[in-house]
C-alpha cells in the first residue's frame, strides 16, 4: 500500500542534482571481480603511468666558505669566483660582515648573532655579525644552510701570512680548526699581502692556484681517503704569478712581535671615511664627533687623575684617599727578521717563493705520524694535476698537428 503511494509522490530533488549524484555515485563503484564479465567501462585500457622525473645524476659536494677579511674581502670574492667556474662543488659562503682578521678562536655567546643574505653569482651567501669562528659553528649547525653537512670547509684567501704562532691570533686558522673539530675536513689559505706591493688580482691569481689542491681533496674526501686529523694551512707567496711550486712545510715557531704604543686619550676620532660617502652627512657627524670629542675630553680631564675616598682599614678609622690614572696604549704587530731558519718551515718557504701547505692538528702541530701520509697525499695530488696539464697540452698539440697537415694536404 505505501509503496504504492510512494511510486505516485513526485521527487522532491531537482532532476539535474539527481543526474550530478548517480554520476558520481557511478564512478564509486567497486572494482570487477576476476569472474565478471568485462564490459566498455571495466575494459578500457587503465591510463599509462607518469613518466619518471630525468635523473640530474649526483649531487655535487657542498663546500663552505669563509674569510677573516669579511664579506666583501677581495679574497673571498676570488675564492667564490674560482670554485664556481671549476663547476665541481656547490659553493655557500658564511663570513663576518666586516674585516675581523686577529680574534683566534673567539666566540660569540649569550648575544644575539644575525645573518643578512647576501648576492654572490653563483653561491648562497651570508654575512653575520660575529667572528670567523661564528660562522662556521653557525654554518655547520643546520639552522642557516639545509644540507646537514659541507663536504669541506675553506676559510680564506685571508691576507697577511698565518706562519709560526701566528695561528693562534688568527681567526682564519680558527674557522679551519673549528670545522675540524666539528669533524668535517677544513683548509686555511692566506696571501703573504705586503704593503704598497699587494693587488686585488694576486687574490684571483692565489684562487688559481690553490685549485687543484682543493679539487684533490674534495674527490678524495668523497673517496674516504683524506687527511685526518688534520687541516691544511696553506700559505701563497706575496707574487703568486711568481711562485716556485708547493712545498709541504712544517710549523715554525716564530712569534710575532708586539709593540705597544701609548696614545692619547683625548685624540677626536676621525670622521673622514664618512665624508667621502655622503658629503652632507660627513659634515653633520663630523661636528657631532667634534661636539663628543670635546664633551668627553672635559669628562675625561676629570677622570683623568681622580681622586677617590675609600673605606680605610687602619685602625685610626679614618678615610684615606687614593690616586687612580688612566692611560691608553694601542699595539701593533712589528715585521721581524728572522735569520737561519729551516729550508723546510712555513715561513722560509714563504719568502723563498714557494707555496707552503703546513698540515696542523687541532692543539698546532701535526703529529709526526701524520706527516709522511700528508707528503704523499701531496704529491699524489700535484702528480695528478702535472698529468691533467700534460695531457691537456698534447691534446693541444695534437689539434694544431691535425689543422697544419689538413692545411698542407692537396684539395680533392
Given at each position: 500500500m505505501s509503496s504504492g503511494d510512494d511510486s505516485r509522490r513526485p521527487n522532491p530533488l531537482p532532476s539535474?542534482?539527481?543526474?550530478?549524484l548517480q554520476s558520481v555515485l557511478a564512478t564509486r563503484r567497486p572494482p570487477p571481480t576476476e569472474d565478471a564479465t568485462p564490459t566498455a567501462e571495466t575494459s578500457a585500457p587503465a591510463p599509462a603511468p607518469a613518466p619518471a622525473a630525468a635523473d640530474d645524476g649526483p649531487a655535487k659536494p657542498v663546500v663552505l666558505l669563509t674569510c677573516a677579511g669579511g664579506i666583501q674581502s677581495p679574497g673571498l670574492a676570488a675564492l667564490v669566483d674560482a670554485l664556481v667556474k671549476g663547476g665541481r662543488c656547490d659553493v655557500h659562503v658564511c663570513a663576518p660582515e666586516s674585516d675581523k682578521p686577529v680574534c683566534g678562536h673567539s666566540i660569540?655567546?649569550?648575544?644575539?648573532?644575525?645573518?643578512?643574505?647576501?648576492?654572490?653569482?653563483?653561491?648562497?651567501?651570508?654575512?653575520?655579525?660575529?667572528?670567523?669562528v661564528d660562522c662556521i659553528s653557525l654554518g655547520l649547525s643546520g639552522r642557516l644552510f639545509a644540507w646537514s653537512a659541507p663536504a669541506l670547509v675553506i676559510s680564506g684567501i685571508n691576507a697577511g701570512p698565518n706562519c709560526g704562532y701566528e695561528m693562534f691570533h688568527s681567526s682564519a686558522v680558527a674557522a679551519a680548526r673549528e670545522a675540524l673539530m666539528c669533524g668535517v675536513p677544513s683548509i686555511a689559505i692566506s696571501l703573504n699581502w705586503k704593503k704598497d706591493e699587494t693587488k686585488d688580482s694576486d687574490f684571483k691569481d692565489a684562487a688559481g692556484l690553490c685549485l687543484p689542491l682543493i679539487h684533490a681533496a674534495l674527490?678524495?674526501?668523497?673517496?674516504?681517503?683524506?687527511?685526518?686529523?688534520?687541516?691544511?694551512?696553506?700559505?701563497?707567496?706575496s707574487s703568486p704569478s711568481a711562485n716556485k711550486g708547493f712545498k709541504l712545510t712544517k710549523q715554525s715557531i716564530c712569534s710575532p712581535a708586539q709593540s705597544w704604543q701609548a696614545v692619547s686619550s683625548s685624540r677626536p676620532t676621525p670622521a673622514s671615511h664618512f665624508m667621502g660617502m655622503h658629503q652632507s652627512l660627513g659634515i653633520q657627524l663630523a661636528q657631532l664627533g667634534k661636539d663628543a670629542s670635546a664633551a668627553g675630553a672635559a669628562r675625561r680631564g676629570n677622570t683623568q687623575r681622580k681622586t677617590v675616598e675609600v673605606e680605610s682599614v687602619a685602625a685610626a678609622g679614618k678615610p684615606e684617599t687614593r690616586e687612580v690614572v688612566k692611560k691608553s696604549f694601542r699595539a701593533e704587530f712589528v715585521e721581524k727578521?728572522?735569520?737561519?731558519?729551516?729550508?723546510?718551515?712555513?715561513?722560509?718557504?714563504?719568502?723563498?717563493?714557494?707555496?707552503?701547505?703546513?698540515?696542523?692538528?687541532?692543539?698546532?702541530?701535526?703529529?709526526?705520524?701524520?706527516?709522511?701520509?700528508?707528503?704523499?697525499w701531496l704529491s699524489a695530488a700535484?702528480?695528478?694535476?702535472?698529468?691533467?696539464?700534460?695531457?691537456?697540452?698534447?691534446?693541444?698539440?695534437?689539434?694544431?698537428?691535425?689543422?697544419?697537415?689538413?692545411?698542407?694536404?692537396?684539395?680533392?
Amino acid at each position: 500500500m505505501s509503496s504504492g503511494d510512494d511510486s505516485r509522490r513526485p521527487n522532491p530533488l531537482p532532476s539535474a542534482l539527481v543526474s550530478n549524484l548517480q554520476s558520481v555515485l557511478a564512478t564509486r563503484r567497486p572494482p570487477p571481480t576476476e569472474d565478471a564479465t568485462p564490459t566498455a567501462e571495466t575494459s578500457a585500457p587503465a591510463p599509462a603511468p607518469a613518466p619518471a622525473a630525468a635523473d640530474d645524476g649526483p649531487a655535487k659536494p657542498v663546500v663552505l666558505l669563509t674569510c677573516a677579511g669579511g664579506i666583501q674581502s677581495p679574497g673571498l670574492a676570488a675564492l667564490v669566483d674560482a670554485l664556481v667556474k671549476g663547476g665541481r662543488c656547490d659553493v655557500h659562503v658564511c663570513a663576518p660582515e666586516s674585516d675581523k682578521p686577529v680574534c683566534g678562536h673567539s666566540i660569540t655567546i649569550r648575544e644575539t648573532v644575525s645573518a643578512t643574505s647576501v648576492d654572490f653569482t653563483g653561491a648562497k651567501a651570508f654575512e653575520i655579525s660575529g667572528t670567523p669562528v661564528d660562522c662556521i659553528s653557525l654554518g655547520l649547525s643546520g639552522r642557516l644552510f639545509a644540507w646537514s653537512a659541507p663536504a669541506l670547509v675553506i676559510s680564506g684567501i685571508n691576507a697577511g701570512p698565518n706562519c709560526g704562532y701566528e695561528m693562534f691570533h688568527s681567526s682564519a686558522v680558527a674557522a679551519a680548526r673549528e670545522a675540524l673539530m666539528c669533524g668535517v675536513p677544513s683548509i686555511a689559505i692566506s696571501l703573504n699581502w705586503k704593503k704598497d706591493e699587494t693587488k686585488d688580482s694576486d687574490f684571483k691569481d692565489a684562487a688559481g692556484l690553490c685549485l687543484p689542491l682543493i679539487h684533490a681533496a674534495l674527490a678524495d674526501i668523497e673517496k674516504g681517503t683524506f687527511l685526518s686529523g688534520c687541516l691544511l694551512n696553506i700559505g701563497v707567496p706575496s707574487s703568486p704569478s711568481a711562485n716556485k711550486g708547493f712545498k709541504l712545510t712544517k710549523q715554525s715557531i716564530c712569534s710575532p712581535a708586539q709593540s705597544w704604543q701609548a696614545v692619547s686619550s683625548s685624540r677626536p676620532t676621525p670622521a673622514s671615511h664618512f665624508m667621502g660617502m655622503h658629503q652632507s652627512l660627513g659634515i653633520q657627524l663630523a661636528q657631532l664627533g667634534k661636539d663628543a670629542s670635546a664633551a668627553g675630553a672635559a669628562r675625561r680631564g676629570n677622570t683623568q687623575r681622580k681622586t677617590v675616598e675609600v673605606e680605610s682599614v687602619a685602625a685610626a678609622g679614618k678615610p684615606e684617599t687614593r690616586e687612580v690614572v688612566k692611560k691608553s696604549f694601542r699595539a701593533e704587530f712589528v715585521e721581524k727578521l728572522h735569520e737561519g731558519l729551516d729550508e723546510d718551515i712555513d715561513l722560509r718557504a714563504l719568502e723563498n717563493g714557494f707555496i707552503s701547505v703546513t698540515p696542523l692538528s687541532i692543539h698546532g702541530r701535526v703529529e709526526p705520524e701524520l706527516e709522511t701520509p700528508a707528503s704523499d697525499w701531496l704529491s699524489a695530488a700535484l702528480a695528478v694535476d702535472k698529468e691533467k696539464e700534460a695531457s691537456a697540452v698534447i691534446a693541444e698539440e695534437q689539434d694544431a698537428t691535425d689543422v697544419a697537415e689538413e692545411k698542407e694536404s692537396p684539395a680533392t
